[in-house]
């Protein structure tokens, strides 16, 4: 009986294995202007599943192997009323590609 009841709940364990990699896999990121006419990407990572080697690791990614500048970067504080793990603090990172060209993924 014990058996069958951890093979039902192998499928359950999975999904939730699967869903905290991804979690934890990527740091998001969104296009932005930068003031000058240029684009840049505006990064975010830290928390509970990240760091701030997530944004660095992220912004070699979107910018390709001509690399990137760092425009601005800032450090996001969690909630006053921060009583869960998953509520940690973040990190912002704004980069601009040192290739423009390539801003297009």
């Known amino acids: 009986m014990a058996f069958a009841a951890s093979v039902?709940?192998?499928?359950?364990?999975?999904?939730?294995?699967?869903?905290l990699t991804a979690c934890g896999s990527a740091a998001p990121s969104e296009?932005?202007?930068?003031g000058d006419g240029t684009k840049g990407y505006r990064i975010?990572?830290?928390?509970?599943?990240?760091?701030v080697k997530?944004?660095?690791e992220q912004a070699g990614y979107l910018c390709g192997s001509k690399g990137y500048s760092v425009v601005h970067e800032t450090d996001i504080a969690?909630?006053?009323d921060n009583n869960y793990f998953w509520n940690?603090?973040?990190?912002?990172t704004i980069v601009r590609c040192n290739n423009p060209n390539f801003m297009s993924r």
């Open 78 to 80: 969690p909630p006053s």
């Open 44 to 51: 975010t990572c830290g928390g509970a599943y990240s760091s």
């Open 54 to 56: 997530d944004c660095y």
């Open 88 to 92: 940690a603090a973040a990190h912002e």
């Open 31 to 34: 296009t932005v202007n930068l």
């Open 8 to 19: 039902r709940q192998a499928p359950i364990a999975f999904a939730l294995l699967c869903f």
